[in-house]
Each structure stands twice: as C-alpha cells, then as structure tokens.
C-alpha cells in the first residue's frame, strides 16, 4: 500500500518541480544583476543610530609606547612623563604648564604670550620643547665642551643630562653646577635637584638639536 502511494504521489511531485525549475531558470539569483557598481552610495551613518564604542575615556590614561632606546624621542618622552605624565593640558600647583611643564616667562623668551592657547594646543608644546632645548643648548655650547664626559660627584655629564637639567632649572642654573663642580646644585619646588636630572637623563642622542641663540615657537 505505502510503494502504491509513492508511486502515484510522491514521484510525479518531484518530477513537476523538477520541470519547473527548467521553465523557469529566471527564478536563480544572477549575482551581476545586483552590482553596485555606478551608484552613489554614502556609509556615513549619523552618530545617534552607530554602533559605537562606549567604552568611557580615561584622563591621564597611560599610553605604552615601543622601546624607542636611547633616541631623541625617548629622552623627550622620558622628560615628558617626569614633569606631567605626558599630560598635554597639566597645570602643577605651582602654575607650570602642559606635557613639559613650562613657565610662564620661559614662554615669552619663546615668544608665546597666551598661556591657555598653549595649554590647549599640544603641537604649540612640541614646538616650544624644541625650541627651548636649542636656546639651552647655545647658551651651554661651552659647557657642553668642557664638561661633557667628565663626573661630578660620581655622575657622568652627558650633553642630554646637561638639557634636561636647563629644562628643569634654566640654563643658568646647569652652568653654576657644572662650574662649582657640584657645590650648586639647584633644586625646584619639589626638591628635584640639577644632578638628578644629569642622571636621570644621561646618554640620550640629543644631535637633533641645533644651537639657536633666539630659537621661537610657533605654528
């Protein structure tokens, strides 16, 4: 009974859509009839409606770099985390700004007299850090001369140790110490000293930097 049923209902149905489908071959998808090609298509979707991340923005959040050696940007880097933790928009208790923590008068000698545009604007603040290194660096150039290789109290001076401590302490400063052999070692608010710099800083390649006597900055 159940052969008579297949025989007679089952079998014809497959062999009618078997049929159809060669009757009928528009019914496969042509995948050419649906190119893109040739239309305007905008993918800008409005912020309201994306599928974005909300994960919250972290202030001071820690960025971990590649080891970058002993470059010029890693003495840069590494001078930049001491003074504010590489913060662009840092402003210490005793009023100094930005990622390299710089004075107000300092900024002027660099021909900036809008201290909140600066705070504000971190290329205005790579530009000021380079050019106040080579306004240090020309007024140390003879210190930097003699004194580069020898020690002082058991430190080695470095012409990057020497630019680090004229960031930290001015230029005058770096001289008085290098001059008195370590008798004047200048320390800021914060009781960190020209000779920790020297050592903190030492052996970095600072050749980037050209000796300018009236470097500015400026974008």
Same mark, same amino acid.
């Given at each position: ?7 007679k209902v089952i079998?014809p ?5 078997l049929?159809?489908? &060669?009757?009928?071959?528009s019914t496969?998808v042509?995948?050419?009839q649906?190119?893109?090609e040739? =239309? ?6 409005p912020?309201?409606?994306a599928m974005v ?6 202030k001071?959040?820690? +960025?971990? !770099? ?5 470059s010029f ?5 590494? =001078?930049a985390?001491?003074e ?8 210490? !208790? ?10 107000k008068?300092t900024?002027k000698m =660099? ?5 909140v ?6 290329e205005l603040q ?13 007024i ?10 020898k020690?002082?109290g058991? +430190?080695? +001076?470095?012409?990057?140790g020497? =630019?680090?401590? &004229?960031?930290?302490?001015? &230029?005058g400063? +770096? ?6 052999y370590? &008798?004047?070692n200048?320390?800021d608010?914060y009781? !960190? !000293? ?8 030492a052996g970095?390649?600072?050749?980037f930097?050209?000796p ?8």
């Amino acid at each position: 009974m159940n052969k008579q049923i297949v025989s007679k209902v089952i079998v014809p149905f497959v062999v009618c859509f078997l049929i159809a489908l &060669a009757l009928y071959p528009s019914t496969i998808v042509n995948p050419e009839q649906y190119s893109t090609e040739g =239309l305007d298509l905008d993918f800008n979707v409005p912020k309201n409606i994306a599928m974005v991340d909300k994960k919250p923005q972290v202030k001071n959040e820690k +960025v971990f !770099t590649p080891y970058l050696g002993k470059s010029f940007e890693a003495f840069k880097e590494a =001078l930049a985390f001491k003074e504010s933790q590489g913060d662009y928009f840092s402003v210490n !208790t005793f009023g100094y700004l930005g990622k390299y923590q710089f004075g107000k008068e300092t900024l002027k000698m =660099l021909g900036i007299y809008n201290p909140v545009y600066f705070l504000n604007t971190p290329e205005l603040q790579e530009k000021a850090f380079i050019a106040n290194a080579r306004r240090n660096k020309w007024i140390l150039r003879r210190d930097i001369k003699r004194f580069v290789g020898k020690k002082i109290g058991a +430190v080695e +001076v470095t012409e990057s140790g020497i =630019l680090a401590a &004229a960031h930290l302490a001015g &230029a005058g400063s +770096v001289k008085k110490y290098l001059r008195s052999y370590g &008798a004047n070692n200048f320390a800021d608010g914060y009781g !960190t !000293t020209v000779r920790y710099y020297l050592k903190r800083f030492a052996g970095y390649d600072t050749s980037f930097i050209a000796p300018e006597r009236k470097a500015k900055a400026s974008i």
